[in-house]
């Protein structure tokens, strides 16, 4: 790597320093000061000790205790000061950069949320950030402090014996040749266990979501087996990763012992024909791994530095990942005949609108569709057959590949996101609780509203019951993800969250088809509560729900295959009538006369 390279990469992982790099540069090199002045001064207490210990001379004795005292002294006020401006800035540097990520991650937009792993996104905001900390806190720290220590105790050793310092500098740039033979490796090594510990966060991420399933068909040993593989690799990395270390750390023992060993033979030699003081001697021992070692230390802080460059990297991935758009451009303009399809008293309409996840396979088939003011329109057919596909379009998390929303005779892409989904309430199959109390949870549907007006909704959401009977009532945590309450009080809380957005439109997506009946028959009722005076779009899956549905439109393979009331359609006996027989196990009328 050049240095031109390695020069780019630092800057940018002081990037998000820059607000506060004067203070942090300030309190950093403090920081260096401090512990490369205390082992350099030390040297010096122990040559006065052994000149004292030689010549008994007490003044030697004295400029020991002097050096001693004025140094604990000094370095007691210097050093917290530095301290705490150096981390204080590390503190704040690392909130805003989880404070970014957090932020970028929740405008991303719906494409790359749903095709990207949670797990991988877990990692990156875990593993990563704190492998940037870890160069901000340490790494920096100690090159720094490494090189002061070296220009530091090669400028005495060159005062106090030349000689030594020219041995030392050329087992110095042993050590250099040592190090650039072992950085690059390492350095892969590490990129590679960056990414193998996302993968890794990934599976245990899978194991505890599905943890339910994976007891239920007793899969213990195949979901271990999964996570197996990726701990393997992590494993492996890491064995790897200690074995170039540890070749490293076995070259940096052999500079130590050569160093160390060749001064005290040769010094002890001099000592003895007298060409040496002891003291001196005492000094350049304690003096020379700061020199001899220097680019070897160097070499492990500055790979571990590329370490986490490699997580700002995986970090810059998430930050470059697209966030919605304010509002979703016009596919094309509307053309003639679907301006005249526009129906006046449409709340919801979709003309010709054709589009695919993949560009070149289409889920929804120029499929046109309209929701009559304060009606409610249901939406029934095969599992697959793009009823969901219709939802995500309506709430503008996909715009069509060709054809137009209609928002009450505007095309959506003349309003913003914002805009249609403050339209909009919508209910999904599984309600998403998060982390707070009940009350918290129906409040995000309009984070103004008073106790009251969260009670009043909980109550037309038949929840205020259920709720009243927990022991802290509405001040109950929900646990995670609503893990403490049961899918039909989960659901009965989101339409509770829907009713208080109170919001014109609604959209339910199979909003109990995940219920046992007893359930699905409160949230039904919630739900008819819901629904009053509102534009609704049902999904259901189960056709008893929507007989009395104003319109109601089978699609299968991406069309509206037939539209019509219940009995309307019943009596064309045709895909619809198939479902409804099938499901309540009636056989259609000319088979029974059979
Ligand atoms: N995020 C996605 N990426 C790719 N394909 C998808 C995605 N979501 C749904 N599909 C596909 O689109 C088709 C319609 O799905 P969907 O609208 O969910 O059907 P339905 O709700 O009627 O069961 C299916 O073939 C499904 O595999
Ligand atoms: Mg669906």
Redesign the pocket.
């Known amino acids: 790597m050049s240095f031109k390279q390695a020069y780019a990469e630092f800057g940018q992982l002081m990037a998000y320093m820059k607000p506060r790099a004067r203070t942090y540069y300030a309190g950093m090199i403090g920081e260096s000061l401090v512990s490369a002045a205390l082992a350099i001064l030390l040297s010096f207490v122990i040559q006065y000790l052994l000149n004292y210990a030689v010549h008994r001379d007490p003044s030697e004795l004295q400029r020991a205790v002097y050096l001693v005292c004025g140094t604990v002294g000094v370095l007691s006020i210097l050093s917290p000061i530095c301290n705490y401006l150096f981390l204080k800035c590390i503190k704040i540097t690392m909130g805003e950069i989880r404070t970014e990520l957090f932020g970028h991650i929740a405008r991303i937009d719906y494409?790359s949320a749903?095709?990207r792993h949670s797990g991988d996104l877990l990692s990156r905001i875990t593993n990563d950030v704190q492998s940037i900390e870890m160069t901000y806190a340490e790494h920096i720290k100690s090159i720094v402090s490494q090189i002061l220590l070296f220009i530091g105790s090669s400028v005495v050793v060159f005062i106090v014996d030349w000689r030594f310092a020219l041995v030392l500098l050329a087992l110095g740039g042993f050590s250099v040749l040592l190090n650039t033979r072992f950085s690059a490796p390492l350095r892969r090594v590490s990129d590679e266990l960056q990414a193998q510990m996302g993968v890794l966060t990934e599976r245990i991420g899978d194991l505890i979501a599905g943890l339910q399933v994976i007891k239920l068909f007793g899969l213990q040993q195949r979901a271990g087996r999964l996570s197996h593989d990726a701990i393997a690799a992590v494993s492996r990395s890491g064995i790897r990763q200690g074995h170039q270390a540890g070749l490293l750390e076995a070259g940096n023992f052999l500079i130590q012992f050569l160093s160390l060993g060749g001064v005290l033979l040769i010094g002890l030699l001099m000592v003895s024909s007298g060409q040496l003081e002891l003291g001196v001697l005492g000094q350049i021992v304690q003096l020379q791994s700061g020199i001899a070692v220097m680019f070897l230390s160097l070499g492990t802080s500055v790979a571990m530095m590329q370490n986490s460059y490699a997580g700002l990297t995986r970090i810059r991935e998430v930050l470059a990942v697209p966030v919605e758009s304010e509002r979703h451009a016009l596919q094309a303009v509307p053309s003639p005949e679907e301006k005249t399809a526009v129906r006046p008293d449409a709340a919801l309409q979709l003309t010709d609108v054709t589009f695919?996840?993949?560009a070149n396979?289409p889920?929804l088939k120029e499929l046109s569709l309209s929701l009559a003011e304060g009606t409610v329109t249901a939406?029934v057919?095969?599992?697959?057959?793009?009823?969901?596909?219709?939802?995500?379009l309506l709430l503008g998390f996909y715009p069509p590949d060709s054809g137009t929303v209609w928002l009450g005779g505007r095309p959506a892409g003349s309003c913003t996101l914002q805009e249609i989904r403050e339209q909009m309430a919508y209910v999904p199959q599984e309600a998403t609780l998060f982390q707070g109390t009940i009350a918290d949870n129906i409040r995000f549907g309009s984070p103004d509203a008073s106790d009251s007006e969260v009670e009043a909704a909980a109550r037309a959401a038949y929840a205020h019951g259920f709720i009243t009977e927990l022991p802290q009532g509405y001040d109950t945590p929900v646990g995670e993800r609503g893990a403490n309450l049961s899918g039909g009080q989960r659901q009965r809380i989101a339409i509770a969250r829907a009713l208080l957005k109170n919001s014109p439109i609604l959209l339910l997506?199979?909003a109990t088809s995940a219920l046992d009946a007893e359930s699905e028959h409160e949230v039904q009722q919630a739900l008819q509560v819901l629904m009053k005076g509102r534009t609704t779009l049902v999904?259901a899956h189960r056709l008893s729900t929507i007989e009395n549905a104003d319109r109601i439109c089978v699609?299968a393979g991406?069309r509206v295959q037939e539209e019509g009331t219940h009995e309307e359609l019943l009596a064309m006996e045709g895909q619809y009538a198939d479902l409804y027989h099938l499901q309540f196990r009636k056989k259609p009328p000319e088979l029974a006369v059979s």
């Open positions: 494409r749903e095709s695919g996840y993949d396979r889920v939406l057919g095969p599992s697959g057959g793009g009823k969901s596909t219709v939802v995500k997506d199979e999904v699609i991406g």
